[in-house]
């Protein structure tokens, strides 16, 4: 029994650390509409190996109900250029983009913060200094985004769904 228990505490410990974060967009970086931008998350913690990018916001009048913008991302990738059919979204507050179980989009691995889209022409965020890169068909192209630093906060939103799972699978190892 205490062999169950302290396997079930080291499982927990592991689901807690292993996390999936988006890193930009974020509220401090925005995405320009109708232009490329940069999708990044922290592939090298994440325990899922494919998802599908999804994006949301709140406002019905803007964004109806969630987009899927990519069917099936890799995680290994770290980061996509989303393009520009991609980010054709009226310019607008509250978005977010949501990286998604492939086979049920209401299944929320991560959540970025919510974030803006300007309008057509909006220069990106003064913070970053170095334009980031994507090669899209063999052609590098520049997005002018660079992924911002994860925040405690945005940490802070996926610790309670790992442990939820720890903690469901340590009542099942106990109940056993």
């Known amino acids: 029994m205490l ?3 302290l396997l079930a505490a080291a ?3 592991s689901a807690a650390s292993a996390q999936l974060t988006i890193t930009n967009p974020s509220a401090d970086s925005w ?3 109708q232009s490329a931008n940069t999708l990044a998350w922290t592939c090298n913690t994440s ?3 494919t998802y599908t990018v999804v994006l949301t916001n709140s406002n019905p009048s803007i964004l109806s109900g969630p987009l899927a913008i990519i069917a099936i991302q890799q995680n290994y990738d770290c980061s996509e250029t989303i393009t520009q059919q991609q980010s054709a979204q009226p310019a607008a507050t509250g978005y977010v983009i949501q990286l998604t179980n492939p086979l049920n989009n209401t299944e929320v691995y991560a959540a970025s913060e919510p974030f803006e889209i300007k309008a057509l022409g909006s220069a990106y965020p003064a913070s970053s200094s170095a334009a980031a890169s994507a090669t899209v068909g063999g052609t590098s192209t520049s997005t002018g985004a660079s992924p911002a630093s994860t925040t405690g906060a945005a940490v802070a939103n996926y610790i309670p769904v790992g442990m939820s799972m720890a903690a469901a699978l340590l009542l099942g190892l106990v109940v056993a």
């Open 11 to 13: 499982a927990l410990a």
């Open 47 to 49: 325990p899922y190996q």
């Open 3 to 5: 062999g169950r228990i």
């Open 31 to 33: 995405w320009v509409a």
